[in-house]
Structure formats: structure tokens, C-alpha cells
């Protein structure tokens, strides 16, 4: 029963593109350099699961792969924006009717403000943090987010917060915007998963970090949601692991 318990845990974190190395053999950065699949590894698995830097590298530990968890913090903040980039020429247009909203977090133990939106498909659009909740930056983010994927909503739906109908007339004025009770319902259940990733990593330090974090985050869930042509040609459970192999060219 215990084998079995362990085997579905392991299962859970998706171990299997391990490569095989000698029995016994540890390896480290320490002047032996570890493959690329072993770094892509764990970066995906930081960025998808529910772990710490430090189960990152307790994962490694019990497989004889020796990586510290401040490298395996250093390899998610200088490539995953990579992999970002890599990714985005093959990113799915996105949808023509938009789920705007705001969120809170603490960086560094100060409250931030975070704007995310998704479209009809459940793709997320873009994400913004911010360390005030004001009409600035409800405008910073629709300009970006307009200029980033070069759509024009013709639907807005937001809560009823006082700065989105100048904005909105201001940057979309041919669109209609919606902001009946429960209308922006998936939007924050989508803030939701975000919140529930992030509580592993007990607090983001600084305002790069916890924007690298978040843009990163935004490109799995995005990617496990089928909406890149990447990973299209296995099921779904493994789109992730195939999409990010075909990305680890750029490491």
C-alpha cells in the first residue's frame, strides 16, 4: 500500500522524463554540467506544481542529482522569460471579448495590485502588477494588453469599479461594457488558481521577481490549456512536458 502511495505521488509531479544516469552517480553544476532536460525539468515542475525551490531540489536529491535550490531559483528567473519569448510566435490569437479584473498580493510585505484578464476561451491576456489601484494603471494595463496581442475587444466585462468606464470609453469606445453581478464570475475564479500556487512560495520578495513569477505562471496555465501550438500532438496531461521540451532549445 505504501508502494502504491508513493508511486501515485511521483505520478503527481510527473517524473517521468527523468534521463537515467549511473547508479550512484550525483551530479552538480560544481564543473559538470547538467543536461538541458534536467533544467527544464525543473523548471517546469516549480512553475507548475505546488512546490518550493526546496522540494525542487529534494525531488532532484532522491533521483542522485544534486542541484541546490538557489540554483534551481536562478534557472527559473533567467529562463522562463526565455521560454516565454520562445513561445510566443506560436501563441493562439487571442479571443474578442474580454474578463478584466484586479487582484491583491503581497510582494515583499507590501500590498501590490494585480490586473489579469482572460478572453471567451479561458486564455489569459496579460497580467500587470501595480502598487496602486487607480485609473494610471487600469489604463497602463488595457493599452498594453491591447498592443501586446493586437486585438480590439468588442466586449469588456469588469466589476464596478469607478475608473474602468472612462478607460474603457477612452482606449475601446466601440465596445460594449459589461458589468452586471456575477458577469466576471471566471475571472476570479481564475485568480483562484493563481492564489493557489503562489502559497507555497511563502511571500514574493521584490516586484521583478514576483512579475517574472506571474508572467511565467500565466504561460503554463496557457499552455496547458491547449493554447499554443505546442505539445498538440500528445494528450492532454502531457502537453506541458512536450511543449516545454520543444522549448528547451533556447537553453
Known amino acids: 500500500m505504501a508502494v502504491e502511495a ?9 517524473i517521468s522524463p527523468i534521463p537515467s544516469y549511473p547508479t550512484g552517480a550525483a551530479l552538480s553544476l560544481r564543473g559538470i554540467p547538467l543536461p538541458p532536460e534536467v533544467i527544464t525539468l525543473a523548471i517546469r515542475w516549480y512553475l507548475r506544481f505546488g512546490l518550493s525551490y526546496r522540494d525542487v531540489e529534494e525531488l532532484f536529491a532522491e533521483r542522485g542529482i544534486e542541484v541546490d ?34 487582484t491583491y498580493l503581497k510582494v515583499g510585505g507590501t500590498w501590490r495590485y494585480l490586473f ?17 489601484r487607480n485609473g494610471e494603471a487600469a489604463r497602463r494595463f488595457f493599452a ?21 468606464p472612462r478607460v474603457i470609453d477612452e482606449l475601446l469606445p466601440a465596445a460594449f461594457h459589461d458589468t452586471e453581478i456575477h458577469a466576471n464570475n471566471p475571472i476570479e475564479t481564475d485568480h483562484g488558481r493563481l492564489k493557489a500556487r503562489l502559497r507555497p512560495m511563502r511571500g514574493l520578495k521584490r516586484d521583478r521577481t514576483a512579475r517574472l513569477i506571474l508572467a511565467a505562471h500565466a504561460l503554463v496555465q496557457n499552455l496547458r490549456r491547449g493554447f499554443y501550438d505546442l505539445g498538440t500532438e500528445v494528450p492532454a496531461g502531457r502537453r506541458l512536458a512536450d511543449a516545454f521540451a520543444e522549448l528547451a532549445v533556447v537553453i
Open 6 to 14: 508513493r508511486h501515485q505521488q511521483d505520478s503527481a509531479h510527473d
Open 69 to 102: 535550490h538557489v540554483t534551481v531559483y536562478r534557472w527559473v528567473q533567467r529562463f522562463a522569460p526565455e521560454f516565454a519569448e520562445a513561445a510566443a510566435a506560436r501563441r493562439h490569437v487571442v479571443g474578442d471579448r474580454w474578463n478584466v479584473d484586479e
Open 144 to 164: 498594453r494588453a491591447i498592443d501586446r496581442t493586437r486585438i480590439s475587444p468588442v466586449e469588456v466585462t469588469t466589476d464596478r469599479y469607478r475608473v474602468y
Open 116 to 132: 489579469r484578464a482572460i478572453d471567451q476561451f479561458g486564455q489569459v491576456i496579460d497580467v500587470l502588477l501595480s502598487p496602486r
